[in-house]
């Protein structure tokens, strides 16, 4: 199993575990400890992983940290935990930074069980730096920062690559941080700059006002083109063989493909691959279970629900140039080229589509069929959609339970959020009557329901409260 399998693994237990958890000890045992696992650490190794590290500190005797994680019975990594209640902006990872100056190691991670905040000693030598070089989320889980991590993994580590990658980090994150903060709320300064450089006039303060908004939609306009144009990308080189063709969405069995070519059908690892890919894209948008892999003589197709009437795409990996075929909703298959396999990536959007469109058509899960109501605590509610049934949930919850409504930031999904107070995070949203919330409803039912029963048990609701109702 890959590290983000793991730590995705580690993940879906927490919001079913993090209000049973009360204190600091707890969150050792049930958050920190399976998370140095899935790094490949043996916990249960005194060799490998140390509880309760001590070194002498100055004149302090016998303090110790959480966890230290060894290498040729030298430190490599300190581990200082806080109950996951806290908030790491206010703790002090007190320890951390006077054992930096004590002992081998040259990493350190203050953690709460679900942020991980990792420090090294980029700024001065032997002196932990003020701020971390990683932040990593177990419920955002970026899969870049999961590659991160992976430096960190047992198998991996080293010690200078380490170090380099570090210091690389941590300049990008501070760059990143306040390009962030100059697109939400750009500074004087930064409005000024573009304002200089296109208009002629007085910058008044009414002109900053206006450039102020401008340069705001302006800076999220350039970031939104900057990525259809890498999306694009494939399209617009060499021989694209990218013209739409009209294909009935039946996949010939592996018996009637040998029948017909007279060869065996092998399915090569370059395919499985590439299947692996579309399940990791496909992730945020379905349970990658519902995913299967057909193989033909000329081409793989990846199909929904194991039926060739779903094909989400198809794979032409057999000769010396690659291209992926994806569907649309009138049938069409569009042939793009890909350079490289990873390049699938780019085209997220498109399997996303096809995927909304079958599951919109006939709604997903072990039903296969239409809902017309749910029953929740003994009252049964009308609706016609799997989404609706979700949304109105969240607009009851939301009713009844205004004072603590935010604990619903606790679900996320395995990559994006679910739930934000801005729109443009989430694909498909829809706001939750009352609130400033939006929440994404671009799934099919199964994870709707799984969704809608994990969302009630946050205020104390069994869910075997919420049933639905079909056709």
Not at 34 to 56: R, S
Not at 151 to 175: C, D, P, Q, T, V
Request: net charge negative; with cysteine.
């Amino acid at each position: 199993m890959d590290l983000i399998d793991k730590i995705r693994e580690t993940a879906l237990r927490i919001p079913n575990q993090i209000e049973h958890i009360q204190t600091e000890e707890a969150t050792k045992n049930a958050l920190v400890l399976p998370f140095i696992n899935a790094l490949g650490y043996n916990i249960f190794d005194p060799t490998e992983v140390v509880p309760e590290f001590t070194a002498d500190v100055g004149v302090k005797k016998g303090e110790k940290v959480d966890y230290a994680i060894l290498k040729d019975k030298r430190p490599i990594v300190l581990f200082e935990c806080k109950w996951c209640g806290a908030d790491l902006d206010k703790e002090h990872a007190s320890q951390l930074f006077r054992y930096f100056s004590v002992t081998d190691a040259r990493f350190g991670v203050l953690t709460n069980g679900i942020i991980y905040r990792f420090y090294s000693d980029l700024d001065q030598p032997n002196k932990m730096d003020s701020k971390p070089f990683i932040e990593f989320n177990m419920l955002d889980i970026k899969e870049q920062l999961v590659n991160e991590l992976k430096r960190f993994s047992k198998s991996s580590f080293e010690l200078n690559s380490n170090l380099a990658a570090a210091s690389e980090l941590k300049y990008m994150g501070e760059i990143r941080r306040l390009l962030e903060e100059e697109m939400i709320n750009p500074s004087d300064d930064f409005v000024k700059f573009f304002a200089s450089q296109v208009y002629p006039g007085k910058l008044t303060q009414p002109v900053r006002e206006q450039f102020t908004k401008i340069t705001k939609n302006t800076f999220k306009q350039f970031i939104t083109d900057k990525i259809n144009d890498r999306l694009k990308f494939a399209l617009a080189e060499g021989d694209l063989a990218s013209q739409p063709q009209n294909h009935e969405l039946e996949v010939p069995t592996k018996e009637e493909a040998s029948a017909k070519k007279g060869a065996k059908i092998i399915t090569t690892e370059v395919e499985i691959e590439g299947y692996n890919i579309v399940k990791s894209v496909s992730s945020d948008v379905i349970d990658v279970n519902r995913l299967t892999i057909k193989d033909t003589s000329n081409y793989c197709a990846i199909v929904l629900d194991n039926s060739s009437r779903k094909t989400i795409c198809r794979l032409y990996f057999n000769g010396p140039q690659k291209y992926i075929g994806i569907f649309d909703e009138l049938k069409n298959e569009e042939k793009i080229r890909l350079d490289e396999i990873k390049d699938i990536s780019y085209h997220k959007d498109k399997l996303y589509s096809i995927i909304k469109y079958y599951d919109s058509q006939k709604p997903n899960g072990p039903t296969e069929q239409s809902m017309v109501s749910f029953v929740f605590k003994g009252q049964r509610y009308e609706v016609r959609y799997w989404k609706d049934m979700f949304i109105q949930i969240c607009n009851m919850m939301a009713s009844t339970h205004k004072d603590r409504f935010e604990d619903i930031f606790q679900l996320s999904g395995r990559k994006n959020p679910l739930f934000s107070r801005d729109p443009a995070d989430l694909r498909s949203p829809a706001q939750i009557e009352g609130t400033d919330i939006y929440v994404e409803v671009s799934f099919g039912a199964k994870y709707l329901i799984k969704l809608a029963k994990k969302l009630i048990s946050i205020f104390g609701y069994s869910e075997d409260d919420l049933e639905a109702e079909y056709q």
